[in-house]
C-alpha cells in the first residue's frame, strides 16, 4: 500500500479500541528480564553552568545514538532545561553518562520560564522530525489553577507547538487534576502517528487517590500527533506497597512514565508504577498494559467503565540493583547483539542529596 496511508489506517484502528469487549484478565507476572548494569550521576554535578538532577524523564534516539533526559527544576535552580548524553548500554553493562549538550525548554514567545512557572516531567523524541515532545503539571494551589499541557521543542531548542488536552484535564476549582498527579507520563504510538499520554493519578471526579488497602483508576489519553484527543482509557493503579513511617497515610503510588511495548502496535503500553511511602524504600514496578478491550471515556465519566488490563513485568526489587530510588521515567534503548531489547530507566533526584540520580539498563526478552 501507498506509505501515506499507513497512518491513517493506524488512527483508524486506535479508534476501534473502545468496541471489543472481553473479561478483565488478572496481571501474570513475566520473568525475562535481567540487569545489565546501573550507574549514577553525582549529587549536585555542574554541567554547562546548570546543577544537573531532578530528571524525570527519558528518551533514546536512534538517529543520533544519544538520549535525551528532561529535569523538573521548575526554573528555581537554573531555567527549566533538558540535557542530552552518549550512554554506552550492552552486554557488558552500563558505561558512564556523557552529557554532551544542554538547553532551556522555551516558552511561545521564545523566552526561558520564570520561577516556578512550569513543571517539567516526560520527554519524547518525535520518531517522524526528532523534536522534542515534553509533558508539564500545570499547577493547582489555592487560587492558581495554571492547567497541564503538552509541548513542543525543536532540537536546536526553539519553541515548536503545543497539542490540545482533553476537556476533563483542565483545572477548575472542583475539578480536573489533583495538585502533583497530572501530565506524568507520554510516549508515540503507531510508528509516530499517535500520541499517548497518562495521568500520574485520578481526576478528583474520578474517585480517591490510592491507600494502602485500596488501588485507584487514572486516565490514558490517545490523540492524534498534532491532533485532538481520540480516546481515554481507565488505568486501574495498584495500591500504595506499604504504610508510612512514622506517620501514617502519607503514601503515594501513581503513573510516573508510559512507554510504546511496540513501535507498530497502538494498544500495548509499558506503564511505571512508582510508590513512594516515607521510612520505606520505594516501589517500582513495570506493567504491561493492552487497551484494546477497554471502554472509551473520552470527556466521560469512569462509571462502570471496563478499565485496561495489565501484566507485571518487572519489579526493580527483583532485578539485583544496588538500591531503587525514584525511578520515574524510561525508554527502550538499543537492541543487543542476541536480540533481546534494553529498557533504560532513570531516577530523579529531587535535588536532595539522600537521594541518587540513577541510570539503569535491563535486558528485555
Known sequence: ?????????????????????????????????????????????????????????????????????????????????????????????????????????????????????VDPEEIRVDPWTGDYYWTQEGERAGAVLDDPSVRITHPDGSYAGELPIPDNERMRPDAGPRRNATLEGATFLAAGALFATSMEGPLLPDGPAATTTSGALTRITIQARSGPPLAQYAYPVEPIFAESRPEPGRGETGVA????????DPTKLLVLERSFSPGTPNKIRVYEADLSAATNILDAPIGTARPVTKRLLIDLDDVGLSTVDNVEGMTWGPRLPSGERTLVLVSDDNFDSRQITQIIALAVA
Open 257 to 264: 512514565s508510559i512507554l510504546a511495548a511496540d513501535p507498530l
Open 1 to 117: 500500500m501507498p506509505r501515506r496511508s499507513r497512518p491513517v489506517l493506524i488512527v483508524g484502528c486506535a479508534l476501534a479500541l473502545a468496541s471489543a469487549p472481553v473479561a478483565v484478565a488478572a496481571p501474570v507476572a513475566a520473568p525475562s528480564v535481567r540487569l545489565l548494569g546501573e550507574q549514577t550521576i553525582a549529587s549536585n554535578s555542574d554541567f554547562e553552568g546548570t546543577v544537573v538532577g531532578g530528571l524525570s524523564g527519558i528518551d533514546y534516539s536512534p538517529r543520533t545514538g544519544e538520549f535525551v533526559l528532561i529535569s523538573d527544576d521548575r526554573s528555581s535552580k537554573n531555567p527549566a532545561r533538558y540535557y542530552t548524553a552518549r550512554i554506552e548500554v550492552g552486554e557488558g553493562g552500563v558505561g558512564p553518562v556523557a552529557l554532551t549538550g544542554t538547553r532551556p525548554l522555551p516558552t511561545a514567545t521564545g523566552a526561558v520560564y520564570p520561577p516556578m512557572s
